[in-house]
C-alpha cells in the first residue's frame, strides 16, 4: 500500500482579498491544473473559463468591464514606472516620483508626500508591511538570511518608537 498523500491547506496570504474558503478553492484547483500541465496564466484563464469551474467566478467576464480594469492596472503601472532626481544635502538620489497614499486612495508626488508626517508615517507603516510580507515568503532561504536579519532589526526598531 502507497504512502498517503500529506493534507493540504491552503489559505489567503495576509493582506489578500480572498477568503479562506475561496483560498482553499482555488489552491485546490490550482494544484489540480498543476498535476496535468505547467500552470502559466494562460493555462489558468482556460481552465476558469469553463462556466463549472472553480475558479470562473474569479474572473471578470464582462469584455468591456474587463478591458477598463485592465486600463486601470496599466494607468497604476505607469504611475509606479517613473522614478524621480532628488538633490538635497549630498548626492542626487533617484525615487520613486509617486506614491500610493491608500487613506485617499490616490498618487500623490513623493516629495510632496513624505513632507506631510501623517502620509509619511503611512507610506513608511505600509513599506514596513512589504517588507514583513517578503520576509515571511523567503525567511527559509538561507541565501538571504541576511536580508531576513536586516528586516528583523528594522521591523523591531520600529516596534521600539511605536512602543
Do not use: C
Not at 500529506?6 to 498535476?35: H, N, W
Not at 517613473?82 to 498618487?107: D, K, L
Amino acid at each position: 500500500m502507497g504512502a498517503r498523500a500529506p493534507k493540504v491547506t491552503y489559505r489567503p496570504v495576509p493582506g489578500s482579498q480572498l477568503s479562506e474558503r475561496q483560498a482553499m478553492v482555488a489552491g485546490a484547483e490550482l494544484d489540480r491544473i498543476a498535476r496535468a500541465r505547467p500552470i502559466t496564466a494562460d493555462a489558468v484563464i482556460e481552465e476558469a473559463r469553463k462556466r463549472g469551474s472553480p475558479l470562473h467566478g474569479f474572473f471578470e467576464w464582462d469584455d468591456s468591464r474587463a478591458a477598463q480594469e485592465y486600463r486601470l492596472d496599466q494607468a497604476r503601472h505607469l504611475v509606479r514606472s517613473i522614478t524621480v532626481t532628488v538633490e538635497g544635502n549630498g548626492e542626487p538620489i533617484a525615487v520613486r516620483a509617486f506614491v500610493h497614499v491608500g487613506s485617499r486612495q490616490e498618487y500623490m508626488p513623493s516629495v510632496r508626500a513624505m513632507r506631510q508626517s501623517e502620509i509619511r508615517e503611512e507610506v513608511v507603516a505600509r513599506a514596513l508591511a512589504e517588507l514583513e510580507s517578503w520576509r515571511r515568503r523567503y525567511y527559509n532561504l538561507r541565501e538571504f538570511a541576511g536580508v531576513v536579519a536586516a528586516i528583523d532589526s528594522v521591523t523591531r526598531g520600529k516596534r521600539a518608537e511605536t512602543s
